[in-house]
């Protein structure tokens, strides 16, 4: 698997949900961007194009059901 082309995108990694249904692969991705609307710091266009690079990269990878964003509090 390549890399995410987002300099938002810090490191990313594969976790496995599992349920009664079955499992499913799940790609996470820390960012260092602010991820809730209501807080300072939160810039709209930078989640946006970090979204749009993580669903290209979803597409490239069609094992992967889905993404989930991590925000990277340093520490």
């Given at each position: 698997m390549t890399g995410i082309a987002?300099?938002?995108?810090?490191?990313?990694?594969v976790?496995?949900?599992?349920?009664?249904?079955?499992?499913?692969?799940?790609?996470?991705?820390k960012?260092?961007?602010?991820?809730?609307?209501?807080e300072d710091g939160y810039d709209a266009a930078k989640v946006k194009a970090l979204i749009e690079d993580i669903g290209r990269h979803l597409a490239d990878n069609p094992y992967?059901?889905?993404a989930r964003l991590v925000r990277d509090f340093g520490h």
């Open positions: 987002n300099g938002n995108a810090k490191a990313f990694w976790d496995v949900e599992v349920d009664a249904n079955g499992s499913r692969a799940v790609l996470m991705v960012t260092d961007l602010e991820l809730d609307q209501k992967l059901s889905s």
